[in-house]
């Protein structure tokens, strides 16, 4: 009698058993470093506000000084240094914004995953519930052990390891030479 | 179904107790249920109640519980949503690396060249505060930067770290798809094993009730026998 070989990879629900596990398990760390992401991005946004005030003092105080000592073109280079930092500051402003607005649609994407644990765990039910009519479907009185295995050859059958006339006529001598 | 298939289905003459079949806590109370039928009426009851409750009647086979179907979706979706993230963590990574360098280069030199005016001005003008407060206001931005680099350099690990996590979604996408082709391979074996040159229609349908039979709701009871043979004769 022939039966399926069932390797540990070939245990459907096992399996998937594994993936629906570890899955929420590696959603719930990578729901933490955006927590992390978040907070970072947060200290980096006070301290882009505190460069941006000082920006805005620096240049107050050297337009002031610009008024008073036109003739000096130090502080006009000074106001425009400070000017081109200060849109840098707008932009980093917008890209932290932005990548704060990534974030929450990450963690809004990654709610898929529950999606997909609930489709799986249905269809592992579903399996689990088939398994176990057809094990009912399937039962008997009769032990396995005491049942008489099949017929390696039924007529009809389209074996082609028998044994041929030849052969049987030897195998017969042989237990008539002993 | 082709020979490979089930050459790899059928492979090895493996005892069917040697298989290692885990149970279920269900399937086994079911069969430990099995083993008290043979001990009394009232156990047999009992166990018929037990397996009725684990194995009521088949899924239903609509399109919600088609499980090939559902899992494809999951692998199909999962892999789309999987892409977006990565292109999403991708821009952050990139709109870090950029803060990074601006401040490293254009912003730090400018706090630098600030400082170094504010010295000078509050050197020729000691007695102005607001020289002094700028310098001190454009020293502590230093410091400020240099955290912000840092929390950034922080951000891009903690990046990194996820996208490592998110290549589970590819190893869990293989899993799936192997549990897929082993459940059609075992549907193609078993349409195979099950299929017969008579044609279905063909068939003669199951008796309604056979002889020791437990269901007997059905049947047609004496009295209403007689009552329809009476009403044959009427007729």
Same mark, same amino acid.
């Given at each position: ?86 849109? *840098? ?23 898929? !995953?529950?999606?997909?644990? !609930? ?28 049942? +008489? =295995?099949?017929?390696?050859? &039924? ?8 044994? =041929? ?14 | ?38 001990? *009394? ?67 730090? =030199? ?41 929390? &950034?350099? +922080?951000? !891009? ?43 279905? *229609? ?34």
């Amino acid at each position: 009698m022939r039966h399926l070989e069932i390797s540990n990879g070939q245990k459907v629900v096992e399996e998937l058993d594994t993936v629906t596990k570890d899955s929420e398990e590696k959603a719930l760390e990578i729901f933490d470093s955006l927590d992390t992401l978040g907070g970072s991005f947060d200290d980096i946004e006070k301290g882009i506000a505190k460069l941006e005030a000082t920006l805005n003092i620096n240049i107050d105080i050297l337009e002031n000084m610009e008024k008073k000592f036109p003739e000096t073109t130090l502080f006009k280079i000074a106001i425009s240094k400070n000017r081109d930092t200060l849109k *840098s500051v707008v932009e980093f402003k917008e890209t932290i914004a932005n990548s704060h607005d990534e974030i929450l649609y990450i963690t809004d994407t990654m709610q898929y !995953q529950d999606i997909h644990r !609930q489709k799986i765990e249905r269809v592992v039910n579903l399996m689990r519930t088939l398994a176990n009519y057809m094990n009912h479907l399937f039962s008997g009185k009769v032990e396995d052990s005491k049942r +008489v =295995s099949s017929a390696r050859h &039924i007529e009809g059958d389209s074996t082609s390891d028998l044994l =041929s006339d030849e052969d049987l006529e030897k195998l017969l001598e042989d237990f008539g030479s002993k | 179904m082709s020979d490979e298939e089930l050459q790899a289905l059928l492979s090895g003459d493996v005892d069917l107790d040697s298989i290692d079949i885990e149970e279920s806590p269900k399937a086994k109370s079911s069969t430990a249920s099995e083993t008290v039928k043979e001990s *009394s009426s009232e156990g047999d009851e009992h166990h018929e109640e037990n397996v009725r409750s684990i194995v009521a009647e088949p899924p239903a086979a609509n399109d919600d519980n088609k499980v090939i179907g559902t899992l494809d979706d999951v692998t199909k979706d999962s892999e789309a949503k999987a892409s977006e993230i990565f292109d999403s963590i991708d821009r952050i990574n990139e709109s870090l690396g950029d803060i990074e360098n601006k401040i490293n280069s254009d912003v730090k =030199s400018n706090l630098e060249y600030n400082i170094e005016l504010f010295e000078k001005l509050s050197n020729k003008f000691p007695k102005i505060e607001a020289f002094k407060t700028a310098l001190d206001n454009n020293k502590t931005c230093i410091e400020s930067m240099e955290n912000i680099t840092d929390n &950034i350099y +922080v951000n !891009q690990d903690e990046i990194m770290m996820i996208m490592d996590k998110m290549q589970y979604q590819d190893i869990h996408r293989q899993k799936i798809e192997r549990v897929i082709n082993v459940m059609r391979s075992l549907a193609l074996y078993m349409n195979h094993l099950f299929s017969s040159s008579v044609d279905d *229609s063909k068939r003669t349908s199951s008796a309604n009730h056979i002889e020791g039979d437990k269901n007997t709701e059905e049947l047609v009871n004496e009295d209403e026998l007689e009552t329809l043979i009476a009403s044959f004769g009427n007729k």
